[in-house]
């Protein structure tokens, strides 16, 4: 059966949203735990610590693209039409989940832990490539592919609740302050999850049947290198992904840099114990989940433009509270945070869930350009700009807290300079990227309304209409879109790879 007539179950949707406990669970562990763990146990210093995570990543970057580019054509192999092109590397994965805990051994020296990291940064981007293309592999009406991207969404937030709430189990199952035991117990844990979900996703998604899936093989290495190249680089050249990377990359980018720095905030500027950290990012992840379904419901009706403004907004306001208790040395501490972690979680819940909602949209809007499809063409250059842009957070606040001086191997204080890095970054940093993020979601302008016009245009011209017969406002529309004039659209340009065969 075609994505048409095959029908999507509330066990299809569950499985594939079952997979975000890879996408979500793994990132939240790392972002709150895996700096902290190496400056307070690993003896690293905070420089090398994210010095790692930036080599790990800025290589991996390269990966991603070549990864999107090796599931578009992976149906030429015979293993491909075996396994499936992109759910052969969802499976090939499952084994490799035993490098995950290898990630919390203290004890080792700086190369153990930066080849470790690559290597679960290879096996992460071989697994959420092909996935994030699925949703639009197993269908084209726009309802279900929402609703496929709230499953993963909702599962996200479920999989944040799981990343804060076991090491918080095992923190107090191994109390003190100098044990590093919960975090090795905390990844083996998890790496058993990830190895369910995994199998879940693998027999319970599908793709386009193989004659539906057009042959873009290539003759040679290197005309396929330089088809790899030039359609990553003719993504950008998209209007509406390039409005939409702003928003993913700042939106979530303030929300990496929160991530890596939350911890520190709590347990110096606060003074906190870290089982309060790992309770508030279990709080937080709870009310993402109940927001993550109420921005679904919103977004599925009315567009994501408004909700994702206001998530921002909420985000924006979070932080500056959070940075308030501190200077203003307010009372109820831990009744203050709590609050504010809720409302947090409110708007992080969209901040999330809307730009890979959005994604699931791109490949038709890119279709209009190229008269192609390129779904995991634009999942990878999407994974490759954010992966990019949490390098580079990361590696940032690595040298801003190095500078101001920032100890690492203690347990309680830092110096006063520390301190106020910490507040700079939570305040200046955090709030101004999200501030750049609504900037560019005023220019986005695909909706609900816009999707179905493209999709009917689409059709009509597969349906043996004429491209002279479009009308005005399907004209302008396209422009709006593609940035392209519409007879300059479906293939008519030097966008992307063109085949000499």
Known sequence: MNDDTRKITFLNRFSYGSGNLIGSGALAISAAWLLYFYTTFCGLSVFEATLIFSIATYLDVILNPLMGFITDNFNQTKLGRRFGRRRFFILLAIPCMIVYPLLWVNGMNFWYYLTTYILFELIYTMIMIPYNTLPVEMTKNFDQRTYLAGSKAMFGKVANFLAAAIPGIFFYAFSGKDSPTPFLFTGITYATIMVIALILLYCNSWEKAADEVEDESTTGLIEGIKKLFLDVYSTFRLKTFRNHLGM??????????????????????????????????????????????????????????????????????????????????????????????????????GVYYIPWSVYTFLADIDEVLTGRRREGIYAGAMTMAGKLMRATVVFILGIVLSYYGFQSGTHDAQPDSAISAI??????????????????????????????????????LKNGGSKQDATPEIRKLVKELTGFNYDTCFGNNNVGFKSHK
Not at 302 to 310: A, D, M, S, T, V
Not at 430 to 454: E, N, P, W
């Open 248 to 349: 993913y990359l700042f939106g979530f980018g303030a929300e990496w840099l929160f991530a890596a720095t939350f911890t520190y905030f709590i347990v110096f500027n606060l003074g906190q114990p870290r089982t309060f950290v790992s309770e508030m990012n279990s709080l937080s992840s709870i009310c993402q989940l109940i927001s993550t379904a109420l921005f679904m419901i919103w977004c599925a009706k009315f567009g994501f433009k408004r909700p994702f403004i206001l998530a921002i907004l909420i985000v924006i306001s979070s932080v500056i509270g959070y940075v308030g208790i501190f200077y203003f040395n307010m009372p109820h501490i831990t009744w203050l945070v709590i609050a504010i972690t809720i409302w947090f979680g409110l708007g992080t819940g």
């Open 423 to 460: 507040n700079g970054v939570m305040l200046f940093g955090v709030c101004g990227m999200a501030i750049v993020s609504i900037f560019f979601t005023y220019r986005m302008k695909l909706d609900k309304s816009t999707h179905a016009q493209i999709i009917a245009e689409l059709d009509r």
